[in-house]
Structure formats: C-alpha cells, structure tokens
Nanobody, 122 residues
Framework: QVQLVESGGGLVQAGGSLSLSCAAS????????MGWFRQAPGKEREFVAA????????YYADSVKGRFTISRDTAKNTVYLQMNSLKPEDTAVYYC???????????????WGQGTQVTVSS
C-alpha cells in the first residue's frame, strides 16, 4: 500500500522559511515524478514544484521560482520542499503526490498525501 506522509507545515511570518517533508513508502518510485501541490481556501489545487526520482530534474511554478527548492533523498525515500521568503499568498494546504506522467498535471498523479497546512502571516 502506497503512503505519502507530509510533515513540516506551520505558521510563519512573511519573509520567513519552512521546510516540508514527504515520506514515501509502499513501492519503488524510481520511474515516478514527485510533486508538491497546494490549495488555498476557495481556490483550485495548483502545481508548486516537482522532481523526477531518477535523475533529479526539477520543475517549478513561476510563482515560487527562486524562493522554493525541491529535493529528494533516495536512501530515505523522502522528498523535501524548502520554502524561503514566504509570502501571505503562499498560505495553503500543501500536498505531496507521486505520478508517472507530466510533472505539472494534477490528473497524472496517482498517489496523494493527506496535506499539511502552511500559514504565512503578514
């Protein structure tokens, strides 16, 4: 049974930093792309960043480029999202996901975590 478990969310002031983790288990993810998405109240879920498990190629939404960094530790089967220079508009529930299709397309992701809340105060 595949499980993706996020951790690391919380409350931070604007300009601060948070680091999210996603521990993956239940299968081999070598052919997968691992993504982070977020959903703010009243808004659709949107792509944030992704990384290919094999090779480590990364992808970012324009809104987070230069501020967020996605990485993975293959030995620990864990994906990370380092978030710096946080803004109030980054406030959302952040989800980890795993899929074998496009890095940006929500519909191609097969597995999802339960989400972790990130709140950025102004």
């Amino acid at each position: 049974q595949v499980q993706l478990v996020e951790s690391g969310g919380g409350l931070v002031q604007a300009g601060g930093s948070l680091s999210l983790s996603c521990a993956a288990s239940g299968r081999t993810f070598s052919t997968y792309v691992m993504g982070w998405f977020r959903q703010a109240p009243g808004k659709e879920r949107e792509f944030v960043a992704a990384i290919r498990w094999s090779g480590g190629r990364t992808y970012y939404a324009d809104s987070v480029k230069g501020r967020f960094t996605i990485s993975r530790d293959t030995a620990k089967n864990t994906v990370y999202l380092q978030m710096n220079s946080l803004k109030p508009e980054d406030t959302a529930v952040y989800y980890c996901a795993a899929g074998q299709g496009s890095s940006h397309a929500i519909r191609t992701y097969d597995y999802w975590g339960q989400g972790t809340q990130v709140t950025v105060s102004s």
